[in-house]
């Protein structure tokens, strides 16, 4: 098993930018895929990016131009810089590895990110 503790979250206003970090507890080199997710209130987990370890990324539409995600291998951290925020990108933000395209650990505490208009 291994841990995920993601951070960055915050409130800031529309138009504005963030960066997650999701550091994990051992070594991601060997995760050929990794993503961030967000849950919007009433909603459910929704996959926002995801960045292979190739260096091949994904995004899904309602981010694509506006969220970058990468890793860092060296330090386990998977990071998500999300430019020109609106308020729909609202929710708890999480990690994860996903080799096969779904989720494979338990969720961490996630990240808040709340946008105001």
């Known amino acids: 098993q291994v841990q995920l503790v993601e951070s960055g979250g915050g409130l800031v206003q529309a138009g504005g930018s963030l960066r997650l970090s999701c550091v994990a507890s051992r070594s991601i080199l060997s995760f050929t895929a990794m993503g961030w997710y967000r849950q919007a209130p009433g909603k459910q987990r929704e996959l926002v990016a995801s960045a292979s370890s190739g260096g091949r990324t994904n995004y899904a539409d309602s981010v694509k131009g506006r969220f970058t995600i990468s890793r860092d291998n060296a330090k386990n951290t998977v990071y998500l810089q999300m430019n020109s925020l609106k308020p729909e990108d609202t929710g708890l933000y999480y990690c994860?590895?996903?080799?096969?395209?779904?989720?494979?650990?338990?969720w961490g505490q996630g990240t808040q990110v709340t946008v105001s208009s």
């Open positions: 994860n590895a996903m080799p096969l395209g779904t989720p494979i650990f338990s």
